[in-house]
């Protein structure tokens, strides 16, 4: 699972030993068989994806503010586009600094976040563990908390918070049937078209989820200071950043024309 990669792949789930047990009757065998292909048939050179933004958002506590409790922070993992990601994530464990009582959280349900208050700078581990038919194998994410800015002298603000958030993707390779099927219509994943001559049976009817147990970001209290990752956002910066490295192209080239024509010149001059 490799952590430096833009894409983290989340692995690959390993078939259920128990998923291959046959019934006494034959018509239940078959729907048994059915449903155990599904859980345990994967979809060769098909890849799911999750764009994922963990961080965290820091405020000065102003004149509440003591030498050993100057902030409230809150760390998290969401998605991109503020989506449910339960639909993957089944927990989502925090490692804290030793000197904070429990400093392992564990968050069982989304939104999959903590808040704390402290006075210190450190490394918060991040550990992701998936349901059952999406990733056998746990995603382990690593964010450094950041209490004042990097690049503003003045005075701290209580309005004004501290925002740290990395970019990343969540990529499953050759997911299995069941799990294309209950996902392929969520809004949090990218999913592509399938391979051709595979062909797969249209998913059951969308669950209604009820609006009190929305775990999506969209309308959370911090969401005003979530930085934008839309993928026309990047697309713009990919363009505007060839372009200068096209300039910056043509522009040596000149040089070195320029460089070359000088010996022609002179050895010219002394032929004459």
Avoid at 62 to 90: C, M, P, Q
Avoid at 166 to 172: G, H, K, Q, R, W
Avoid at 178 to 198: T, Y
């Amino acid at each position: 699972m490799p952590h430096t990669s833009p894409k983290k792949h989340a692995g690959e789930q390993q078939p259920d030993g128990n998923a291959g047990q046959k019934s006494q009757r034959s018509k239940a065998a078959r729907v048994s068989d059915d449903a155990a292909d599904k859980k345990t048939r994967r979809l060769k050179d098909v890849e799911i994806s999750f764009p994922i933004v963990y961080g965290t958002i820091s405020f000065w506590l102003g004149k509440k503010a003591s030498e050993f409790n100057s902030h409230k922070w809150t760390v998290y993992v969401r998605s991109a586009t503020n989506e449910d990601l339960s639909v993957i994530i089944k927990r989502a464990v925090f490692q804290l600094h030793p000197s904070f009582n429990n400093p392992t959280r564990v968050v069982e349900s989304a939104p999959f976040e903590l808040s704390e208050s402290g006075w210190g700078e450190f490394e918060i581990a991040i550990t992701l563990f998936f349901h059952n038919d999406v990733c056998d194998k746990q995603l382990d994410l690593y964010h450094q908390l950041k209490l004042y800015p990097e690049d503003d002298n003045g005075p701290q603000s209580t309005k004004k918070p501290v925002v740290v958030e990395t970019y990343d993707e969540i990529v499953f390779s050759e997911p299995t049937e069941a799990f294309f099927l209950r996902v392929q219509n969520h809004p949090a994943a990218i999913v592509p078209r399938l391979p051709a001559g595979l062909n797969l049976l249209p998913p059951g009817p969308i669950e209604h989820v009820n609006e009190k147990k929305r775990g999506d970001t969209k309308d959370h209290p911090l969401s005003q200071w979530f930085m934008n990752f839309s993928e026309a956002d990047e697309l713009l910066k990919l363009a505007a950043a060839r372009q200068q490295v096209q300039a910056h192209i043509v522009k040596l080239r000149r040089q070195l024309s320029m460089i070359d024509g000088l010996p022609q010149q002179s050895k010219a001059a002394s032929g004459q």
